[in-house]
């Protein structure tokens, strides 16, 4: 299956075999955005204090996940795509699931006790939990294929990998398009101070962080 905007050249075999055995570079990788911006845990408990505002920077390194699988697909041999494997790898092992966690359980049942009955956005939340469920198989199946490019190993079907690559970043797109426009800003709307700060603290405590007595 080819892509939009793929080079059929980009979906050879030996493309996908021989990334896994390049070595990390930082010289190339030029105007790459630094790839450790994209995998900051928050490890600062006071951050938390303003736990929309860690969703939103969630969001934006997801994006810019996405644009590395973007680039991964286009150009899988370039010199720093060890580096991006890994970075992606780690963000979707890591930080996802943390993320998600922090909706499915915290976020969304909040928003739905506070939201106003007359703002019907019951259907928006099944949908992105909905999303979030096919995330997870498209989560397994690519963090198969980065580890096995990781290790250096040929990958059983390239082709697979693009697909779940450019699958996992268009639907990443959509779903945080419908977060940034519907979900944080009824939270900013609606949650009081205190829902924010009960939010807060469940995530930090996810982390395994305390959170401070008083505002920094
Ligand atoms: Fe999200
Ligand atoms: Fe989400």
Same mark, same amino acid.
């Given at each position: ?11 050879? %075999?030996?493309?996908?075999? %021989?990334?896994?055995? =390049? %070595?990390?570079?930082? =010289? ?19 951050? +938390? ?9 969630? !969001? @934006?390194?997801?994006? @810019? ?9 286009? &150009?899988? *041999?370039?010199?720093?795509? *060890? ?24 976020? +969304? ?9 007359? $703002?019907?956005?019951?259907?928006? +939340?099944?949908?992105? =939990? ?8 498209? !989560? *397994? @199946?690519?963090?198969? &294929?980065?580890?096995?490019? #990781? ?5 059983? $079907?390239?082709? =697979? +990998? ?17 977060? &940034?426009?519907? #979900? ?5 709307? !609606?949650?009081?101070?205190? $829902? ?5 603290? *469940? ?14």
């Amino acid at each position: 299956m080819t892509m939009p905007g793929m080079q059929s050249t980009d979906m050879q %075999s030996t493309d996908m075999q %021989s990334t896994g055995t =390049q %070595s990390t570079g930082t =010289q190339s990788m030029g105007r790459r955005a630094a790839p450790e911006a994209f995998t900051s845990s928050q490890q600062d408990p006071r951050t +938390f204090l303003a736990p929309l505002d860690i969703l939103e920077g969630d !969001h @934006a390194r997801q994006h @810019a996940v996405c644009e590395l699988l973007d680039q991964l697909v286009r &150009n899988p *041999r370039h010199a720093a795509a *060890r580096r991006e494997l890994e970075v992606v790898r780690d963000y979707l092992v890591c930080e996802m699931p943390l993320h998600v966690a922090d909706e499915e359980e915290d976020l +969304f049942p909040l928003l739905r006790r506070r939201c106003p009955k007359t $703002d019907d956005v019951g259907e928006i +939340f099944d949908l992105l =939990q909905r999303e979030h469920d096919i995330d997870w198989t498209l !989560h *397994r @199946a690519l963090v198969q &294929n980065l580890d096995a490019l #990781i290790a250096g190993a040929a990958l059983a $079907d390239p082709t =697979q +990998f693009i697909a779940n690559a450019t699958a996992f970043a268009e639907t990443q797109r959509r779903h945080l398009a419908w977060e &940034n426009a519907v #979900i944080l800003p009824r939270a900013r709307r !609606h949650l009081s101070a205190e $829902d924010q700060a009960e939010l807060g603290a *469940r995530m930090a405590a996810r982390r395994g962080l305390a959170m401070p007595e008083e505002p920094a």
